[in-house]
Protein backbone atom coordinates (compact mmCIF):
# COMPACT_ATOMS: atom_id res chain seq x y z
CA UNK A 1 0.00 0.00 0.00
CA UNK A 2 1.39 3.23 -0.80
CA UNK A 3 2.49 5.50 1.78
CA UNK A 4 0.52 8.65 2.29
CA UNK A 5 2.25 12.29 1.71
CA UNK A 6 3.29 13.94 4.99
CA UNK A 7 1.34 16.41 5.96
CA UNK A 8 3.04 20.09 5.07
CA UNK A 9 2.29 23.60 7.08
CA UNK A 10 -1.39 24.38 6.44
CA UNK A 11 -1.60 26.49 3.21
CA UNK A 12 -1.77 30.02 4.75
CA UNK A 13 1.62 29.42 6.76
CA UNK A 14 3.63 28.90 3.31
CA UNK A 15 3.89 32.46 2.19
CA UNK A 16 4.60 33.75 5.80
CA UNK A 17 7.09 31.18 6.10
CA UNK A 18 9.50 32.41 2.65
CA UNK A 19 9.45 35.98 4.46
CA UNK A 20 10.95 34.64 7.39
CA UNK A 21 13.82 34.35 5.16
CA UNK A 22 13.78 38.06 4.03
CA UNK A 23 12.42 39.42 7.66
CA UNK A 24 15.15 37.77 9.42
CA UNK A 25 18.47 39.33 6.59
CA UNK A 26 16.25 42.75 7.22
CA UNK A 27 17.81 42.61 10.80
CA UNK A 28 21.61 41.99 9.60
CA UNK A 29 24.50 43.95 8.99
CA UNK A 30 24.65 44.79 5.81
CA UNK A 31 27.88 44.02 3.75
CA UNK A 32 26.68 46.06 0.58
CA UNK A 33 29.69 48.38 -0.10
CA UNK A 34 28.74 52.15 -1.42
CA UNK A 35 31.34 52.08 -3.97
CA UNK A 36 32.08 54.96 -5.82
CA UNK A 37 29.75 56.87 -3.78
CA UNK A 38 31.52 55.86 -0.49
CA UNK A 39 35.62 54.80 -1.15
CA UNK A 40 36.99 52.02 0.96
CA UNK A 41 40.31 52.84 2.61
CA UNK A 42 42.39 49.99 1.40
CA UNK A 43 44.79 48.10 3.28
CA UNK A 44 48.41 49.92 3.85
CA UNK A 45 50.25 47.40 2.31
CA UNK A 46 47.92 46.87 -0.68
CA UNK A 47 49.14 46.41 -4.44
CA UNK A 48 48.19 49.15 -6.69
CA UNK A 49 49.50 51.47 -9.86
CA UNK A 50 53.07 51.70 -9.90
CA UNK A 51 55.08 54.56 -9.20
CA UNK A 52 58.75 55.56 -10.62
CA UNK A 53 60.23 57.19 -7.79
CA UNK A 54 62.78 59.83 -7.48
CA UNK A 55 65.92 60.68 -5.23
CA UNK A 56 65.21 64.12 -3.00
CA UNK A 57 67.07 66.20 -5.32
CA UNK A 58 64.55 65.39 -8.31
CA UNK A 59 67.46 62.74 -10.08
CA UNK A 60 65.13 59.48 -11.06
CA UNK A 61 65.85 56.16 -9.12
CA UNK A 62 65.24 53.59 -12.35
CA UNK A 63 68.63 52.50 -14.13
CA UNK A 64 67.29 51.13 -16.93
CA UNK A 65 68.24 47.21 -15.83
CA UNK A 66 65.23 45.76 -16.78
CA UNK A 67 65.33 43.84 -14.02
CA UNK A 68 61.55 44.22 -13.30
CA UNK A 69 60.44 43.10 -16.61
CA UNK A 70 62.15 40.37 -16.78
CA UNK A 71 60.45 39.47 -13.56
CA UNK A 72 56.93 40.13 -14.34
CA UNK A 73 55.05 37.10 -15.41
CA UNK A 74 52.62 38.77 -17.50
CA UNK A 75 54.99 40.08 -20.01
CA UNK A 76 53.53 43.50 -18.59
CA UNK A 77 56.85 46.09 -18.86
CA UNK A 78 58.45 47.50 -21.43
CA UNK A 79 61.97 49.24 -20.82
CA UNK A 80 64.98 51.35 -22.93
CA UNK A 81 67.41 52.21 -21.02
CA UNK A 82 69.76 54.91 -22.49
CA UNK A 83 73.43 56.27 -21.13
CA UNK A 84 73.81 59.70 -18.88
CA UNK A 85 75.25 62.50 -20.46
CA UNK A 86 76.51 65.61 -18.45
CA UNK A 87 74.78 67.70 -20.63
CA UNK A 88 71.24 65.74 -20.16
CA UNK A 89 71.31 63.65 -16.97
CA UNK A 90 67.90 61.36 -15.44
CA UNK A 91 69.90 59.26 -12.53
CA UNK A 92 73.00 59.47 -10.88
CA UNK A 93 74.82 56.39 -12.47
CA UNK A 94 76.05 55.33 -15.88
CA UNK A 95 72.20 54.37 -17.55
CA UNK A 96 68.55 55.35 -16.73
CA UNK A 97 65.31 54.25 -17.97
CA UNK A 98 64.66 56.50 -21.19
CA UNK A 99 61.38 54.53 -21.98
CA UNK A 100 59.02 52.67 -19.45
CA UNK A 101 56.01 51.17 -19.83
CA UNK A 102 52.91 49.32 -17.89
CA UNK A 103 50.62 47.47 -19.68
CA UNK A 104 47.52 47.88 -17.00
CA UNK A 105 45.62 45.28 -19.79
CA UNK A 106 47.73 42.60 -18.91
CA UNK A 107 49.57 43.27 -15.01
CA UNK A 108 47.99 41.28 -12.39
CA UNK A 109 49.33 43.59 -9.67
CA UNK A 110 51.42 40.51 -8.34
CA UNK A 111 54.21 42.90 -7.10
CA UNK A 112 57.12 40.80 -8.58
CA UNK A 113 58.35 43.32 -10.14
CA UNK A 114 59.17 45.85 -7.58
CA UNK A 115 60.60 42.76 -5.96
CA UNK A 116 63.06 42.68 -8.38
CA UNK A 117 63.68 46.34 -9.03
CA UNK A 118 67.39 47.12 -7.09
CA UNK A 119 67.06 50.18 -6.92
CA UNK A 120 63.77 50.35 -4.96
CA UNK A 121 62.74 52.70 -8.18
CA UNK A 122 59.51 50.87 -8.22
CA UNK A 123 56.93 50.48 -5.89
CA UNK A 124 53.44 49.85 -5.86
CA UNK A 125 50.85 52.74 -4.65
CA UNK A 126 47.45 52.40 -3.09
CA UNK A 127 45.58 53.64 -6.30
CA UNK A 128 43.32 51.27 -7.94
CA UNK A 129 40.84 52.56 -10.44
CA UNK A 130 42.38 51.83 -13.35
CA UNK A 131 39.82 50.33 -15.54
CA UNK A 132 39.38 52.22 -18.59
CA UNK A 133 37.74 50.58 -22.18
CA UNK A 134 40.76 52.08 -24.39
CA UNK A 135 43.27 49.54 -24.73
CA UNK A 136 45.96 52.36 -25.45
CA UNK A 137 44.99 54.27 -22.17
CA UNK A 138 45.67 51.36 -20.20
CA UNK A 139 49.27 51.49 -21.19
CA UNK A 140 51.20 53.93 -18.58
CA UNK A 141 53.93 55.29 -19.63
CA UNK A 142 57.44 56.61 -17.81
CA UNK A 143 55.40 60.43 -17.57
CA UNK A 144 52.40 58.74 -15.59
CA UNK A 145 54.79 56.33 -13.58
CA UNK A 146 57.04 59.13 -12.52
CA UNK A 147 56.54 60.33 -8.93
CA UNK A 148 55.91 64.16 -8.86
CA UNK A 149 58.25 66.70 -7.26
CA UNK A 150 58.10 67.50 -3.33
CA UNK A 151 59.88 70.12 -2.10
CA UNK A 152 63.72 70.32 -2.08
CA UNK A 153 63.43 68.60 -5.86
CA UNK A 154 64.42 70.28 -9.23
CA UNK A 155 62.73 67.73 -12.33
CA UNK A 156 64.95 65.71 -14.45
CA UNK A 157 67.28 66.10 -16.34
CA UNK A 158 70.20 67.61 -14.19
CA UNK A 159 73.47 67.81 -12.79
CA UNK A 160 74.04 65.27 -10.15
CA UNK A 161 74.88 67.16 -7.06
CA UNK A 162 78.35 68.56 -7.04
CA UNK A 163 80.92 66.22 -4.95
CA UNK A 164 78.78 63.15 -4.62
CA UNK A 165 78.64 60.07 -6.62
CA UNK A 166 75.91 56.90 -7.09
CA UNK A 167 76.94 55.61 -3.89
CA UNK A 168 76.36 58.92 -2.12
CA UNK A 169 72.84 58.90 -3.14
CA UNK A 170 72.14 55.68 -2.05
CA UNK A 171 73.85 55.74 1.62
CA UNK A 172 71.47 59.12 1.91
CA UNK A 173 73.75 62.06 1.59
CA UNK A 174 71.91 64.14 -0.93
CA UNK A 175 69.01 65.23 0.88
CA UNK A 176 67.68 67.62 -1.87
CA UNK A 177 68.90 69.40 -4.92
CA UNK A 178 71.87 71.74 -4.78
CA UNK A 179 71.17 75.45 -4.27
CA UNK A 180 71.11 76.49 -8.13
CA UNK A 181 69.84 73.66 -9.73
CA UNK A 182 68.67 74.02 -13.42
CA UNK A 183 66.86 71.27 -15.22
CA UNK A 184 68.85 70.44 -18.37
CA UNK A 185 67.47 70.73 -22.00
CA UNK A 186 65.82 66.77 -22.77
CA UNK A 187 67.29 67.07 -26.09
CA UNK A 188 67.02 62.75 -26.27
CA UNK A 189 63.26 64.03 -26.56
CA UNK A 190 63.18 66.11 -29.17
CA UNK A 191 63.06 68.94 -26.73
CA UNK A 192 64.54 72.50 -27.55
CA UNK A 193 65.92 74.92 -25.13
CA UNK A 194 63.28 76.78 -25.44
CA UNK A 195 60.44 74.33 -23.98
CA UNK A 196 63.24 73.56 -21.37
CA UNK A 197 62.77 76.89 -19.97
CA UNK A 198 59.31 76.89 -19.61
CA UNK A 199 59.42 73.36 -17.95
CA UNK A 200 62.37 74.63 -15.63
CA UNK A 201 61.83 72.67 -12.11
CA UNK A 202 58.50 71.84 -12.74
CA UNK A 203 56.09 69.76 -15.13
CA UNK A 204 57.04 66.79 -17.57
CA UNK A 205 59.56 66.16 -20.22
CA UNK A 206 58.43 65.79 -23.79
CA UNK A 207 56.11 62.37 -23.88
CA UNK A 208 57.50 59.28 -25.22
CA UNK A 209 55.96 56.60 -27.90
CA UNK A 210 54.03 53.83 -26.67
CA UNK A 211 55.35 50.72 -27.61
CA UNK A 212 52.86 48.60 -25.93
CA UNK A 213 52.68 45.22 -26.92
S1 LIG B 1 52.72 43.64 -10.68
FE1 LIG B 1 53.20 41.57 -11.53
S2 LIG B 1 52.08 41.49 -13.46
FE2 LIG B 1 52.12 43.65 -12.85
S3 LIG B 1 53.90 44.51 -13.92
FE3 LIG B 1 54.61 43.84 -11.87
S4 LIG B 1 55.35 41.72 -12.15
FE4 LIG B 1 54.10 42.25 -13.95
S1 LIG C 1 62.33 50.01 -12.31
FE1 LIG C 1 64.03 49.02 -11.20
S2 LIG C 1 64.19 46.97 -12.10
FE2 LIG C 1 62.96 48.20 -13.51
S3 LIG C 1 64.42 49.00 -15.01
FE3 LIG C 1 64.21 50.55 -13.40
S4 LIG C 1 65.85 50.09 -11.92
FE4 LIG C 1 65.63 48.27 -13.23
Known sequence: MAEEPKETKPGFQNPVAGFGVTFKAMFKKRLTEQYPEQEKTTAPRFHGRHQLNRHPDGLEKC???ELCAWACPADA?????ADNTDEERYSPGERYGRVYQINYARCILCGLCIEACPT??????????????????LIYTKEQLLAGLDEGMVDSPHAIYPGMDEQDYYRG???????GTERQTAVSKGEGPQEAASTSGEGEPASEEVVGR
Do not use: H, K, Q, W
Open 77 to 81: IYVEG
Open 173 to 179: LVTEAAP
Open 120 to 137: RALTMTNEFELADSSRAN
Open 63 to 65: VGC
